[in-house]
């Protein structure tokens, strides 16, 4: 049974967390990076699927070639950061089950079409990019996720060697620099979207 998180914790990573558009000076380490993906990973997927595949940018070569796939203002942004990270999703995951979830034969269940694997590949892969930006958060760092990029791109320049993969969305992270965001927008209260059956 879990311990509820003080204050602190839920600012961090939810009350006062914010999406940023530019970072403090500061490297991202691949140490820092494994630290994340050593707590993604723990993030519940359906049967235990894990189908999210990471692609992290952290030289300026790859965060230029991801800038190059970007839209708007996106291209500076990935730039500037000190990291970027392609969250990408496998639609062949399946192949792994045997040994991610060994107490059934899972495989069997996704055998066929590609197209029968998607809902579940993005359901799931979406998942752990969320998990991503809390654990980015849980371990003192900001994140930008955005959609602004070309799919087809990304995919030809991060994916061509996993043909199975698609890109999810993608997301630059470091210490965030105040002065790149604007006021909070609104957040409904709990009558405006929700029922209670």
């Avoid at 500061?26 to 993030?43: F, N, P, R, S």
């Avoid at 965060?63 to 203002?73: P, Q, R, Y």
């Avoid at 291209?75 to 045997?98: C, Q, S, T």
């Avoid at 996993?162 to 630059?172: A, L, M």
């Amino acid at each position: 049974m879990g311990t509820p998180l003080d204050d602190a914790a839920l600012d961090t990573l939810f009350r006062t967390a914010r999406t940023y558009n530019g970072y403090l000076p500061g490297d991202v380490t691949q140490a820092d990076i494994e630290a994340i993906y050593d707590l993604v990973k723990m993030g519940p997927t359906s049967a235990n699927q894990q189908p999210a595949r990471f692609v992290w940018c952290l030289s300026q070569d790859a965060k230029d070639k991801l800038a190059e796939c970007a839209t708007g203002s996106n291209p500076d942004k990935i730039r500037a950061a000190p990291a970027a990270v392609v969250i990408g999703m496998d639609l062949n995951f399946h192949v792994e089950l045997p040994w991610l979830f060994p107490h059934t034969d899972a495989k069997s269940w996704f055998e066929g079409p590609q197209e029968k694997r998607r809902d579940s590949a993005f359901r799931n892969g979406t998942l752990q990019g969320g998990y991503f930006i809390m654990a980015a958060r849980a371990l003192g760092w900001d994140t930008g996720p955005m959609s602004g990029f070309d799919p087809a791109k990304v995919e030809a320049a991060f994916f061509a060697d996993q043909p199975s993969v698609r890109v999810n969305f993608i997301s630059t992270f470091g210490k965030g620099d105040p002065a790149t965001i604007f006021g909070r927008s609104p957040r409904p209260d709990f009558g405006k979207f929700n029922k209670i059956g």
